[in-house]
């Protein structure tokens, strides 16, 4: 059954022409909770939780697959804490596995899609409690993250788009 809970925090993408909805706040608590939406059919469809709840994360499709990526979600005296984990969704088999962790934690990032990779732009990083200027890349052909250039200033929530 369909949560029906309000939640913040979350993040989505687009596979199979469905629209992916991970993770998020929900009920006080960081989730694992991924849901999907059909617009084919106007209906919405529970689906594998992820392995690490999180909240303040980002996610993006390349190929055949959905990738969640970084986020916070709750340390054991209840602090925020950085997610390094990348999960990576198969809508064939409907399972979630991991991908190469992140090598900087970061929350309210940017995220696109160039040329096959993924790209992260800034965040805000829990452990040093700062905002950041860090461009990390993903390929998932080599399931390996990368650092590229820098952005001029450090900043959060960069809201960025794909033209096709």
Not at 32 to 48: E, F, G, H, I
Not at 49 to 62: D, E, F, I, K, Y
Not at 124 to 137: A, H, L, R, S
Request: hydrophobic share 30%.
């Amino acid at each position: 059954m369909i949560q029906r809970l309000p939640r913040c925090c979350h993040a989505s993408s687009v596979i199979d022409g469905k629209i992916l909805v991970s993770g998020g706040y929900i009920n006080n608590a960081y989730s694992r909770a991924v849901c999907c939406y059909d617009p084919s059919t106007d209906s919405w469809q529970d689906k594998s939780s992820l392995s690490t709840p999180r909240g303040w994360h980002c996610a993006a499709t390349v190929g055949d697959r959905a990738y969640v990526i970084g986020g916070s979600q709750l340390g054991g005296r209840g602090e925020r804490v950085d997610v390094l984990a990348v999960e990576s969704y198969n809508p064939h088999s409907g399972q979630w596995s991991y991908a190469a962790p992140l090598h900087t934690g970061v929350s309210t990032a940017g995220i696109s899609i160039l040329n096959n990779k993924v790209y992260l732009l800034g965040g805000w990083n829990e452990g040093e409690k700062k905002y950041k200027k860090c461009i990390q890349v993903y390929n998932p052909d080599l399931n390996e993250w990368t650092e590229d250039d820098e952005l001029p200033e450090a900043t959060v929530g960069i809201s960025l788009n794909q033209v096709f």
